[in-house]
C-alpha cells in the first residue's frame, strides 16, 4: 500500500488486488493556491486558500485515481470537496463513497454515488469499508460544522487503514482505535480554529496522544494549507523526535508518498 499527501486532508492510497490497480482519492480539494476567501479575519494579515499550491506531479496522481472517498462535504467545507474537485469527478465519471447523509448532497452535484451504511461494515475492494463517526469540534463552533465520518478499510494482504476525517479526538475514536488497532491511522493534526471557540480539529497535543493509543504507523496531515490552521509540519516534527517515534509517525510534504508492505508491523506498547 501506498499513501500519498496531495494537500491539506487531500490524500491518495494505492495498492493491488487481483492484478488490478486502484487509487483511492480522499477529500479531494483541487482549487488553486489564493481562490478561496480567508477562514479567519480577525487578524492582520488575512490568507485567501489554499495557501500552497497542488503538487507538481498532480496530473499523474490523478491519472492514478479508480474511485473517491468523501468524509465530510457541507456547510461549507470546501477543503473536502471543492468546486474543482467537484468537476473533476464529474467529468471523468469517478465513482464517489460518502455516508447517507452526504448522498443526496453529492448526487445533487452530478457525482456517482455510492452510499454506505453508518451501521455495518459494507464490501469495498476486495475487503470491506466501516464508518466511525466524527466531532468536527464542540460548544456553538460545534453546532455549526459539518460532522462526518472517519473510514475503516480492510483490504486482503494489505495493512488496514483508518481515516479518522475531521475530528478532535473523542471518546468513540479514542475507542475505536484501542479496540481495532489499525495498521495505519491517518489524522488531522492542524488544529484548526475561528476566530471564536476551540479546536475543531485535532493539534500537537491530540496528535500526541493518538500516538500513545495506537500501536500501529501514523500520518498526520491536514498542515500549512488553510490559514485556520497554525500547528506547523516542524513543532510536530520536534515532539515526534523527542519521543523517538520518527520511524512509525509520519509527517509528509505535500506530493510525498509513504510506502507500506504487507507485514506492517504493529510495534510493541509501551
Request: aromatic share 8%.
Amino acid at each position: 500500500m501506498k499513501v500519498t499527501q496531495i494537500r491539506n486532508a487531500t490524500i491518495l492510497i494505492e495498492f493491488i488486488f487481483e492484478g488490478e490497480k486502484h487509487g483511492v482519492l480522499v477529500d479531494p480539494m483541487f482549487a488553486p493556491k489564493g481562490t478561496i476567501p480567508a477562514l479567519k479575519y480577525a487578524t492582520r494579515k488575512r490568507r485567501r486558500n489554499p495557501l500552497v499550491d497542488l503538487p507538481l506531479h498532480m496530473e499523474d496522481l490523478k491519472s492514478r485515481v479508480t474511485c473517491c472517498l468523501i468524509t465530510h462535504c457541507q456547510k461549507g467545507h470546501f477543503d473536502h470537496l471543492d468546486r474543482a474537485a467537484t468537476k473533476w469527478l464529474r467529468e471523468n465519471n469517478i465513482l464517489v463513497y460518502c455516508s447517507k447523509q452526504d448522498a443526496a448532497f453529492l448526487k445533487s452535484k452530478g457525482l456517482k454515488i455510492c452510499e454506505l451504511d453508518t451501521s455495518l461494515e459494507t464490501h469495498f475492494l476486495g475487503g470491506s469499508i466501516g464508518l466511525v463517526p466524527c466531532m468536527h469540534g464542540k460548544g456553538i463552533i460545534g453546532m455549526m460544522m459539518a460532522h462526518g465520518y472517519g473510514y475503516y478499510i480492510a483490504l486482503p494482504g494489505e495493512p488496514s487503514i483508518y481515516i479518522t476525517g475531521d475530528t478532535i479526538l473523542t471518546h468513540k475514536v479514542k475507542e475505536f482505535v484501542s479496540q481495532a488497532q489499525p495498521d495505519i491511522i491517518v489524522l488531522p493534526a492542524g488544529g484548526a480554529n475561528f476566530d471564536l471557540g476551540g479546536e475543531i480539529i485535532m493539534g500537537l497535543s491530540e496528535a500526541v496522544e493518538m500516538g500513545k493509543l495506537s500501536n500501529g504507523q501514523l500520518i498526520a496531515n491536514h498542515l500549512e494549507a488553510l490559514d485556520h490552521c497554525p500547528v506547523t509540519r516542524h513543532s510536530i516534527r520536534s515532539e515526534i523526535k523527542l519521543k523517538g517515534w520518527e520511524h512509525h509517525f509520519f509527517i509528509p510534504n505535500d506530493g510525498e508518498s509513504i510506502n507500506f508492505n504487507q507485514q506492517c508491523k504493529k510495534r510493541a506498547m509501551s
